[in-house]
């Protein structure tokens, strides 16, 4: 007997099953397909048992990556406003892991460490040149990805896997900066799309020994936890809220699943060379963080929600479209663009019984919240026509 192709088998197995897209009874296309196709083998699932004493002994568990702060092989964040220097912070923890030296006088285990930028791509050379001259070291093992990642997709985190295995296999800390930037089509709300973004990471990035650490925004109604899903904040093992007062920031412990709290800590801005020169010669020098006597976090600052989300259209709007001038370095973008964009982002909050009245209220929002913003030294106009958010916080 012949051997029959995959074409006659189907349409003999259609006529079979009585696949007839006018007969209310008989199979459906999809419920054929699935029958024909599908692989109806039972799911495998691999599970290991450790006996009690090897628990215990599992060292690796109680390891620091950073001494006091930050342990192995777990899932940990910053969150904070525009312009704490977040980015700052965690740029100089990856510096510091990477070369082995102590960071904030607390011990560091070295390793490889990915620093995946989904933003502010224009100042990272000048950042870590500013950390290098710095420290007068060159670390071999801190890897930059000037691209975000769709955490969401597993076929993208496969990918950052494949890219990580093939230049620095089983790195010891990977910085997602930031999630929003790297969530790909997920919504920072849904607990069931971080849950996505969890398996992914466990399945290809933790599971070698590597730490997270996710560099995000505060919620929008309390600043003492990330934004979005409480199952974000609850996920990890460590959490971290940054602030600025003036010059100095102030790094405070909010959550530490299995260690003590550290203390609050405090850094001052310091201004330091790059190593880089621009094309007249003149030295280009970017932002470091020191070490200062703590100063308890507070400010007199206080944003609506309107002015919040004005900061935030505009530092989402720099890191997209953002242009430097000739005669300054820095990221800015138009105020036409900004109140534009804006506009759009107010829309949605703004109330009012007609559409010329609420057209009114918009605008009035947008000047109040720029002349506070403007006032409190987060903003600054530049030459009548361009805005920027001062310390490159675009980049914090």
Known sequence: MNALTLSQAVKIASIYCKVDSNDPNSMT???FNKLMFDNNEPKQFDYKLFTFNELI???KSKQWLVKNYFQQNTLNMLFGDPATTKSFLAMGLSFCIASGIDWNRNKTEQGKVVYIAGEGHHGLSFRFGALKERYQNDPEDLYILKSPVDLMDQNSVKSLKKAVDATCKDPILIVIDTLNRNIGSGNEDSA????????NLDKYLMNSGASILFIHHPGHSSKERGRGSTAINGAHDTMYRITRKDDVITMECTKAK??????????EMVEQFTGINDEDGKPITSIILESTEYRESSSDIVLTD???????????????????LSNDDRQCITINRWRKKSYESLDPVVDSKD????KKSIRQAFNRGRDKLVENNLIAILEGDYVYILQNATDE
Do not use: C
């Open 258 to 267: 299995d260690h003590e709290e550290p203390e609050p800590i405090s850094f």
């Open 355 to 358: 559409e010329n009245s609420k």
């Open 306 to 324: 309107r002015d919040q989300l004005l900061l935030n259209t505009l530092e989402e709007l720099i890191n997209l479209e953002g242009e430097t």
């Open 29 to 31: 296309i999809y419920e």
């Open 192 to 199: 069931r799309d971080f849950s996505i973004i969890l398996k």
């Open 57 to 59: 002994n599992d060292n």
